[in-house]
Structure formats: structure tokens, C-alpha cells
């Protein structure tokens, strides 16, 4: 029988630093690090979302490698996360975004093997998301997940962002520019 663990267990665990933790359903996983091309994408997907919500005067803000827990056996970190101002004040009181963030993207690499992003998305879903992006290098494509359906765009496509109180147009190209 495999015990599983618990967040405050996971927490209290002194794990070397040869690479990223984290907690998938009770059990610990090593995370390789990031690639050049995914820490790219992460930095231009913070800057296009920056540059919109500071034009938009929202109360979002958006996070590279934001840390959130999704109940008592799942610490995870996104590669670009949205929050709202609510969720901002709540993960300076406990240092860790509790539910998921509004807008969750995921640059795919070795790390996330498809059944893993498959699971992750649902657990989003079911503590918070509005929409889930993943990102694919390879096939320069985004797919997004929201409550519209499911969609893929490329190159030549702008992605309409559409969370609650905040909506904006991004084109994929300037993702992979």
C-alpha cells in the first residue's frame, strides 16, 4: 500500500536542490528545469500581460512560477499565472495561493508528460480556473481550455482572453517572436 502525504508534510521535507519539487496527489516530483526557449515564453507572456493589464487598470496581476495548493495533497507551481486582487492578498498571508489562479498557462516540456497536464487542468478547473493555456514549443501552438470550449490556435491567431472582469486579445505570434 503507498501512503500518500500531505502538503504540511511536503512542506516540512528537506529535499536537495537539484532541481524542482513538486506535489502531485500525495506524491513528491522532481521537476527537471526549464529550457531556454520555456523561460523565454514565460518572460513574453509576462510582459504581453503586463503591458495589458496596465492598460487595462484591472486589480489582476500576473506571476512567472506562482506557487498555489490545490487541497491537502497538491503543491503546485504555474509557469504564468493571472490572480485576482483577492487571491494577491491571500497568498501574502499564507505564502502560498490557496485554490487556483483565474488564468493558468503551461509552456509543455519534458516535465509535462500529457496525462499529467490532463489531471492538472481538471484540478484547476475544479478549485477556481477560468482558462488553462498550454503552450507547445514544438507545434508553436497554444491550446486554451475555458468555459466557451476548447480551442487551438497558431501563429496567425489572436487568443481572446476572457476571465471575469478582465478581457483582452493576444496573438500568438508575439508569443513565440
Known sequence: MVDFITVDQFEAMDLPDTCDWELHNGTVVSLTFPGFDHIRIQKRLYDIFQQSLQNASTGFEVFIELP???????????????????????????????????????VLSRSNLPYR????????????????????TRKLTVEVRNARGRATYTVDDVIPVLVPEFSTEIRVRDIFA
Open 68 to 106: 498555489y495548493r490545490t487541497g491537502v495533497r497538491n503543491d503546485h507551481r504555474a509557469d504564468v499565472a493571472l490572480i485576482t486582487a483577492r487571491q494577491a492578498r491571500e497568498d501574502v498571508r499564507t505564502g502560498v495561493l490557496q485554490g487556483s489562479p483565474v488564468l493558468v498557462i503551461e
Open 117 to 136: 497536464m490532463d489531471e492538472l487542468e481538471e484540478l484547476c478547473f475544479a478549485h477556481g480556473c477560468e482558462e488553462f493555456w498550454r503552450i507547445s
